[in-house]
């Protein structure tokens, strides 16, 4: 009788570290499961903010749909401050731009050729609509391009609503068959350009 007694109370101890040992695992795994909730809920609140965010983006660009441009002879004269013509005959392109119909938002929709000016000669007025703006091709000896010069105040927008985008390449041929392109992009405002900013885009051609 007294060896059983003795050896409960031997076991006995033994038995409450297993519980002790048992409920700390338990007490872990409840504490595991707590974290993995609290990091699963901060990254589903990331995502949703990064997302309204991205949403919010795209909505301010776009915001612009039309902005009044420099016409053809304001463009000349200020090209003709910083850049030597390389030809007489300067020719003349003429892009859709920020039209809602042909694209959503502020961005090119086509361009096609519209002739030549002879350079340094008083430009005839060009009636254009809203819709269109004439741009002379400035030709260089390695580069080709062209100025959007803005004509109005745009200090109220986020440049990132400036981001005058072309969704695919725009291509037309000349009168001697040479392509004229430009390419898909966004293209960042430059706030230097011109008395309100404006944007230099190059032309590829051959």
Not at 38 to 45: A, E, H, N
Not at 127 to 152: A, K, Q, R
Not at 189 to 201: P, Q, T
Request: glycine residues 4%; aromatic residues 10%; hydrophobic residues 35%.
């Amino acid at each position: 009788m007294k060896n059983r007694i003795l050896k409960y109370v031997i076991l006995k101890p033994h038995k409450h570290k297993f519980k002790l040992k048992k409920n700390q695992e338990i007490k872990n795994k409840k504490n595991m499961r707590k974290s993995i909730l609290i990091i699963t809920s901060i990254t589903f609140i990331f995502l949703f903010i990064s997302c309204s965010k991205t949403e919010n983006n795209s909505l301010k660009q776009n915001k612009i749909t039309s902005l009044k441009t420099y016409s053809l002879s304001e463009n000349l004269k200020y090209i003709s401050k910083y850049h030597n013509m390389a030809k007489e005959n300067v020719p003349i392109l003429k892009v859709r731009i920020g039209v809602e119909r042909c694209h959503p938002g502020w961005g090119i929709c086509s361009i096609e050729i519209f002739g030549t000016v002879i350079w340094n000669r008083v430009m005839p007025t060009v009636s254009t609509s809203d819709e269109t703006v004439l741009l002379p091709i400035v030709e260089e000896e390695n580069s080709s391009f062209v100025y959007i010069l803005l004509n109005e105040d745009v200090s109220q927008y986020d440049p990132s609503e400036l981001i005058l985008v072309v969704d695919s390449d725009k291509i037309v041929y000349d009168s001697e068959n040479k392509m004229i392109k430009i390419l898909k992009g966004n293209y960042i405002y430059d706030s230097e350009l011109g008395e309100f900013g404006g944007y230099k885009i190059n032309i590829y051609n051959n």
